[in-house]
C-alpha cells in the first residue's frame, strides 16, 4: 500500500471511530423524560431566595484576552530564543516588530480601560 493510501486509511479511521462513538451513544442513550420538578433550578438542597440567573461583569474575560495575547507570544518567542544565534539580524527584526505589535495592543487595551477593575 503507497503512503498516500495509509494517510488516507489513517484519516478516514480518525473520522470514523469517533462519529461511530457518538452514534452509538445517541442510539443505546436512555430517552430523556423530565419532569416539571427536574427543570426547577436546585441549590444544595435550600429554596432558591430572589432570581437565579445573576448577570456576571465580563472583566474576566477581558483579562483572559489579554493573557492568551501575551501566552501565545511566549509560545512564539521560546523557539526564537532557542535558535536565536543561528538566525540572524532579519529574525531578530521581525521579532522586535511582533514585540511591538503586542505592545501597542497591550497599550490600547489600558487606553481602553480594559485592565481597571471596577
Known amino acids: 500500500m503507497s503512503d498516500h493510501a495509509t494517510l ?16 452509538a451513544a445517541w442510539l443505546f442513550r436512555p430517552k430523556p423524560r423530565p419532569s416539571e ?4 433550578p436546585y441549590e444544595c438542597g435550600v429554596d432558591t431566595k430572589g432570581p437565579t ?13 489579554v493573557f492568551l495575547a501575551f501566552d501565545i507570544e511566549t509560545i ?3 523557539p526564537w530564543a532557542v535558535k536565536f544565534q543561528q538566525l540572524g539580524l532579519f529574525a531578530f527584526v521581525e521579532m522586535i516588530i511582533f514585540i511591538a505589535i ?6 490600547y ?8 477593575w471596577y
Open 76 to 78: 512564539f518567542l521560546f
Open 102 to 107: 503586542l505592545l501597542i495592543g497591550l497599550w
Open 37 to 40: 420538578e427536574k427543570l426547577l
Open 53 to 65: 440567573w445573576i448577570r456576571f461583569r465580563v472583566n474576566y474575560f477581558l483579562y483572559a484576552l
Open 109 to 116: 487595551a489600558w487606553k481602553e480601560g480594559a485592565l481597571k
Open 8 to 23: 488516507g486509511v489513517f484519516l478516514l479511521l480518525t473520522l470514523v471511530f469517533p462519529l461511530g462513538a457518538m452514534l
